[in-house]
């Protein structure tokens, strides 16, 4: 089983080498607090982030 990481740029988690939100390769094993965002155009908390696509999201990225 892969082990999930969160992009450093976007904070998408995800098991995959290469974050599929951003395209970024700096993924991070050290991320805190999980957020399930599933309409990011109605969701407070998904503006606040930034998130575009529904999906789990980091809210601390180290």
Do not use: N
């Amino acid at each position: 089983m892969s082990k999930e990481r969160a992009c450093r740029h976007c904070h998408y988690i995800t098991t995959e080498d290469r974050c599929p939100v951003c395209g970024s390769r700096d993924l991070s094993d050290e991320w805190f607090d999980l957020v399930i965002i599933t309409d990011p155009e109605k969701s407070r908390i998904a503006q606040a982030i930034g998130a575009k696509v529904p999906g789990k999201y980091a809210v601390r990225v180290r």
